[in-house]
């Protein structure tokens, strides 16, 4: 049974650009939470999605947006990337009736 | 793998000791709290968890206790190990099943 998984697992951009962060939740699951994390501090809850809709969202910019498709992965979009951006990206997944969240490995995204 | 450790507060035991990691939670309304640990370059793994109706909680080597009055979490693991020597998180479980995780406590296990 195949945990959480994201890819990439690196990734380096440029001030400005556009980038696409990929989520596959662990098997079962339906709901999908994008985190992101600076270095050194604890996670911070950017959005949930369940049923294809973000259902919920933490305090972080519109250049931040997500989707979910039909077979529960998602996607996490950052527009117009700042230096700031730089951090590790993680996505967990869980039922929608359940409590206890699965962590994938993160996403390391450098902007430079 | 990288540090997440960077700027946390440390705890530094030796291997076999008994480890006390201690949390402050912000919302005297939260319910459900969990504690994860996440080893240099990988997510947050569940550790252990604990509803608002409990003050006490336990599992293997872990012991999760919850003071509400002052809105306090403490994570105990007994018989330290090198393998524990991690980042440790408390979080509180909000809305739909979003976390508000805590500054973390970097643990150093030495043999």
């Known amino acids: 049974d195949a945990g959480v998984t994201q890819s990439p697992t690196h990734l380096i951009k440029t001030r400005g650009q556009q980038v696409t962060l990929r989520c596959s939740p662990k098997?079962?699951?339906?709901?999908v939470s994008w985190y992101q994390q600076a270095l050194g501090q604890g996670p911070q809850f950017i959005f949930q999605?369940?049923?294809?809709?973000?259902?919920q969202r933490g305090n972080f910019p519109d250049r931040f947006s997500g989707h979910q498709f039909p077979n529960y992965s998602s996607e996490l979009n950052v527009n117009a990337l700042l230096l700031g951006d730089s951090a590790l990206y993680l996505c967990?997944?869980?039922?929608?009736?359940?409590?206890?969240?699965?962590f994938g490995p993160g996403t390391r995204l450098t902007v430079t | 793998g990288e540090s997440v450790g960077l700027h946390l507060p440390t705890l530094s035991v030796q291997e076999g000791d008994n480890s006390i990691i201690n949390c402050a939670y912000s919302?005297?309304?939260?319910?459900?709290f969990i504690w994860y640990k996440q080893e240099s370059g990988k997510g947050p793994q569940f550790i252990i968890d604990?509803?608002?109706?409990?003050d006490k909680r336990q599992g293997q080597r872990v012991t999760v206790l919850l003071n509400k009055t002052v809105k306090h979490l403490s994570l105990q693991i007994a018989a330290t190990q090198p393998g524990d020597s991690a980042v440790y998180f408390c979080?509180?479980?909000?809305?739909?099943?979003?976390?508000?995780f805590g500054k973390g406590t970097m643990l150093l296990v030495s043999p």
């Open positions: 967990a997944s869980s039922l929608e009736r359940g409590s206890e969240q699965y």
């Open positions: 098997s079962g699951h339906d709901t």
């Open positions: 999605y369940y049923e294809e809709e973000e259902r």
């Open positions: 919302n005297s309304a939260s319910d459900y």
């Open positions: 604990i509803r608002s109706n409990m």
């Open positions: 979080a509180e479980f909000e809305g739909y099943s979003t976390l508000t």
